[in-house]
Structure formats: C-alpha cells, structure tokens
C-alpha cells in the first residue's frame, strides 16, 4: 500500500463531501428563490358585481395580463332590494363578461361555461371558471347604502351580521344560510385556503376606515371589515381601495389607464344593458362614473 496515497484518501473523501453539502444548499437556496418570487393569488373580494371594476380595475387587469392566478369573491347578490332574479342573475354574468375582457377570452354571452356549485366547510357556493381566473358568488343580500338593508330580504344585512344585530343570513336564492359573522369568516377563510395552495395571498378590497374612504356604502365597508378580520387569523397581505369617495380625489390615472378601465367597466355594463336598456350604470350617473375611470386609489394594510 502507499503510504502517501492513504494519507490523502480521507482529505480527499472529506472535500468532496464539502463539495456536495456546498451543491446542495446552493440548491436549496435557489428552490427557495423561486418559491419566494412567485406571484402571490390576487383575491379580490368585493361588495358587489362591478365593485371591482370602479375603484380597482386597471390594477385586476395588471394583475391578470402578467399572468397571476386570480380569485374574485363577490359577497352579496347586489339585487337591490329587487324581488325578482333576473337583475342579480345579469349582474353575475355582466361581472364575468368584465373578466372574460381583461382574459381575451370568447364572448359568452347568455351562458356560464365553468360554472358549478362547490363546497366550502359546509355551504355551496358557485364557482366560475375564465381563464387563469375563478369567481365565487355567495348571493348574501343587498344591504342598502346605509347598512339597513331591504324589506324584501328581511332587512338582512352584513353591516348587521357582523354587528350582531341579527344572528343568521341567507342567500338571495335560499341556497345557503351562514350562522353568523364567524360563520360567513370562517367560509370566505376555508375558500382562500384551498385556492391558495403553497403561494401567497393578496387581499385587494374596499378601505374598512371611515376616514380615508367616508360617505361609502356599508357593504364596502363590511366587506373591507371583512378582510381586516381575516387578517387577525392569518398573516395574509392585503390593500385597500377608495369607493364611492374616489370622486373626491384628483384625477390619477394616465389617458391609456383610464381607456382600459373604462372599457373593462362599459364591458360590464354591456352585458346588463342587453337584458334592460335601463340598467346601464352610466346612464344613471355619467359624471361620477366617468370620474372613477381616471382615478384609482389604494394603501397597503398595515403589518400586524
């Protein structure tokens, strides 16, 4: 045996093995890289049907283009106080007419393709599908600007639930009954989790704060409250939009901004105006619809 060539035989065992624990976590390092620079899910969780497209739509078509996955969950039914179905229904499939836009995806107008009932902890709930994108309708009812909801659904509102002035809410279409604020938590919770997966979560709703976002309607506000509740329970992102204040603010989007907001919303609004030439939004209120076009603006949620 050499005697120099065992001496060397347990460096050169020791080195190589430095060599490999080295290779492996530069490997792991670069694993955690891409983990961590992977888009987060966008979760935009809104009041009503054209919420979104009014206070945030350039930053959801942004988002969508760049390719991140995105969910919509759209708490009440925004009926109105209207008895019949056909308005909440229209604005349903006007809200996923404004994504099929943003997707470039085939009209469809008149059907839901991708569109089922799922299960979440113990209520149903639809779900619909476009693109890289889901929409969860959970049909709760309108509750009136002021929070105190209407006649035909019993006075039932979120403003009240989450205020614990009533105990129960029911969807518009009796399909599912929530048993309380911590309920209705508790489910738009149990939905971000399992569409999450292992990425990030991104909340984008509309400003809980009475003053940085007054005079508007208590479903934006509870649906912001909303957020800011779930984020108590978990250490998710979230921004907050101005609503009906955006009216106030100066003017901030560029020409190009606004042409693409205002052709997300008018895709919306298309899509009623086929069922009812009368429920075209900017006819009711061509100045303040116009006005919330060139204007979108949104603050990061404190860190807890």
């Known amino acids: 045996m050499n005697p120099r060539r065992s001496a060397c035989a347990p460096t050169l065992t020791l080195t190589l093995l430095l060599l490999f624990a080295a290779l492996r976590a530069v490997m792991a390092q670069s694993e955690v890289r891409a983990i961590s620079n992977s888009p987060p899910r966008d979760y935009f969780i809104v009041a009503h049907q054209d919420d979104w497209q009014l206070f945030m739509g350039d930053i959801v078509a942004k988002g969508i283009r760049a390719g ?12 109105n106080g209207r008895e019949d179905e056909l308005y909440w229904r229209t604005r349903e499939r006007a809200a996923l007419q404004s994504t099929r836009f943003i997707a470039h995806t085939p009209d469809a107008t008149g059907i839901d393709p991708g569109c089922s009932d799922v299960a979440v902890l113990t209520h149903s709930i639809r ?9 969860y309708f959970l049909r709760l009812p309108d509750g009136k600007r002021n929070g105190a909801g209407f006649a035909s659904h019993g006075h039932r509102s ?30 738009v919770e149990a939905l971000i989790k399992s569409s ?13 704060s009475i003053s940085a976002n007054p005079h508007d309607h208590f479903d934006h506000r509870s649906t912001g409250r909303l957020v800011s509740d779930l984020r108590k329970n978990e250490n998710w992102d979230a921004r907050y939009y101005i609503g009906y204040a955006l009216a106030t603010r100066a003017p901030n989007r ?3 901004e606004t042409r693409e907001k205002t052709s997300i919303f008018l895709a919306y609004d298309g899509e009623m105006m086929r069922t009812n030439k009368m429920w ?6 061509p100045a303040f619809y116009s006005q919330c076009m060139e204007r979108t603006y949104g603050r990061k949620a404190r860190r807890k």
């Open 68 to 79: 991140n996955p995105t969910t919509f969950i759209y708490l009440t039914a925004g009926d």
């Open 127 to 135: 779900k619909c599908v476009i693109g890289n994108s889901e929409s």
């Open 158 to 187: 979120l403003r009240k639930l989450r205020g614990k002035k009533i105990a129960t809410i029911s969807a518009v279409d009796g399909s599912e009954t929530y048993a309380g604020w911590d309920d209705l938590l508790s489910t």
């Open 196 to 208: 999450s997966g292992d990425g990030g979560v991104l909340m984008h709703s509309t400003d809980p």
């Open 254 to 256: 560029t020409g190009e």
């Open 280 to 285: 075209g939004a900017y006819r009711e209120h």
